[in-house]
């Protein structure tokens, strides 16, 4: 193997955790209303990455949450705005990035939901 071939399977050995996406459903119950259900975007591999807590001016405050940044295999399925739910922890995809270099990847940045 050479090229394109070794710098992809260096990429998939950097994918170590498992992210869960869900979103919002759009369905209405019988009133019209919005339901509180989600409905399953997919599972990825991923790699995280903590950012911190944000802005300087917050980041010592008690109300400052977590942020991650996951590097994916290049999709188009997430959108700003959808749930992420990894070890436990339970998130809102704040940014989708993609990057067309070398080898295609997504990078998603999201902050932890309040308990």
Excluded: C
Excluded at 41 to 54: H, I, K, N, S, Y
């Amino acid at each position: 193997m050479s090229g394109p071939e070794i710098g992809s399977l260096e990429f998939s050995g950097l994918l170590r955790e498992l992210i869960h996406i869900e979103r919002q459903s759009s369905q209405r119950d019988t009133a019209g209303s919005a339901t509180d259900q989600s409905e399953p975007v997919g599972d990825f591999r991923a790699a995280a990455e903590p950012l911190g807590t944000g802005d300087a001016s917050v980041a010592g405050s008690r109300s400052a949450l977590p942020r991650w940044r996951f590097t994916l295999r290049q999709t188009n399925a997430v959108r700003p705005g959808d749930t992420l739910i990894w070890a436990g922890r339970e998130m809102v995809v704040q940014s989708v990035a993609a990057d067309h270099r070398f080898i295609p990847r997504t990078y998603l940045q999201a902050e932890e939901k309040r308990a």
